[in-house]
Nanobody, 124 residues
Framework: VQLQASGGGLVQTGGSLRLSCAAS????????MAWFRQAPGKEREFVAA?????YYADSVKGRFTISRDNAKNTLYLQMNSLKPEDTAVYYC?????????????????????WGQGTQVTVSS
């Protein structure tokens, strides 16, 4: 079972990127899936999740959109109006449990499957 994140790169402030997370080995159609990010010297932080609805960190709400294509077994993160503070390694994650609270979606330790990360750098 593998999650493969891609789509990162270097972009200027205000630009856009779309990250992809391709799953292989099994389907994640009924799983909770999410994006987290980690900047140098900082803890991994929640970005967005999809599972019985979509959930976003306040810092990205209105700018990022999480979606999935079950036919392609792929999770996406459309990132618009990017800011230098969005610079980080972005990780996709998945778990088969149905989280009961909004706060649970944002706790990285609850996720069992992880991708390898893709670097996003936003220049000012």
């Amino acid at each position: 079972v593998q999650l493969q994140a891609s789509g990162g790169g270097l972009v200027q402030t205000g630009g856009s990127l779309r990250l992809s997370c391709a799953a292989s080995g099994r389907t994640f159609e009924r799983s909770t899936m999410a994006w987290f990010r980690q900047a140098p010297g900082k803890e991994r932080e929640f970005v967005a999740a999809d599972g019985r609805g979509t959930y976003y960190a306040d810092s990205v709400k209105g700018r990022f959109t999480i979606s999935r294509d079950n036919a392609k077994n792929t999770l996406y993160l459309q990132m618009n109006s990017l800011k230098p503070e969005d610079t980080a390694v972005y990780y996709c994650a998945a778990d088969d449990r149905a989280f009961r609270t909004r706060s649970a979606f944002g706790q990285y330790e609850r996720y069992y499957y992880w991708g390898q990360g893709t670097q996003v750098t936003v220049s000012s």
